[in-house]
């Protein structure tokens, strides 16, 4: 099984400011990994498909990087919809899929 | 625009048996894996399986393989993920989410991209 371990576990930050969260995979996962925000009392969303497509409708504050085992998911200017926990999640080894446990990001 | 609409929630005994649906409102359910998702109080997301309802070819989590029964219905466009025996650890909120799908560029995405509402489910004694 691909681990994917996320950090921080906690991110607090204020509107406006520019948030960085990372996703580590225990080995190669290529280009496969996901981003999906879920806020509060609502179902996931995705972001970010193969490491850095923006899926539909996603603004363009989202973006994603990375490849292999080291990812990034930035937004330029945290909006206060933004805050909320966001997950990685790789395909690599579908139908094996794994979720990283999750970085919350919460206002300072 | 598609939809998945899951049962309501459901408060059960221990070793009670249990099944929830989630059902696919633009008769496109063939065409696509459904995948199940567990996400137990205040955790994160776990995959449980998925199937693929138009010939019911169905693969499990190792973590989850012969503890549930992910089916599906193509006739209904439903699926269902069902529990012989409920443990009060059963208690989550559980998602039907669709798998892959083409974009408005006719670029496959293998992701998940449309979620069910989640059903709750309450294993209490």
């Known amino acids: 099984e691909i681990v994917l371990t996320q950090s921080p576990a906690t991110l607090s930050l204020s509107p406006g400011e520019r948030a960085t969260l990372s996703c580590r995979a225990s080995r190669s996962v290529s280009g496969f990994l996901a981003w999906y925000q879920q806020r509060p009392g609502q179902v996931p969303r995705l972001l970010i498909y193969d490491a850095s497509n923006r899926a539909a409708g996603i603004p363009a504050r989202f973006s994603g990087s990375g490849s292999g085992t080291d990812f990034t998911l930035t937004i330029s200017s945290l909006e206060p919809e933004d805050f909320a926990v966001y997950y990685c999640?790789?395909?690599?080894?579908?139908?094996?899929?794994?979720f990283g446990q999750g970085t919350r990001l919460e206002i300072k | 625009e598609v939809q998945l609409v899951q049962s309501g929630a459901e408060v059960k005994k221990p070793g009670e048996s249990l099944k929830i649906s989630c059902k696919e409102s633009g008769n496109k359910l063939t065409r696509y894996w459904i995948g199940w998702v567990r996400q137990m109080p205040g955790k994160g997301l776990e995959l449980m399986g998925f199937?693929?309802?138009?010939?019911?070819?169905?693969k499990y989590s190792p973590s989850f393989q012969g503890q549930v029964t992910i089916s599906a219905d193509k006739s209904i466009n439903t699926a269902y993920v069902q529990w012989s025996s409920l443990k009060a650890s059963d208690t989550a909120m559980y998602y039907c989410a669709r798998w892959g799908y083409y974009n408005s560029s006719g670029i496959h995405v293998a992701a998940f991209d449309i979620w069910g509402q989640g059903t709750m489910v309450t294993v209490s004694s």
């Open positions: 199937i693929y309802p138009s010939d019911s070819d169905t």
């Open positions: 999640q790789q395909r690599s080894d579908w139908p094996l899929i794994t």
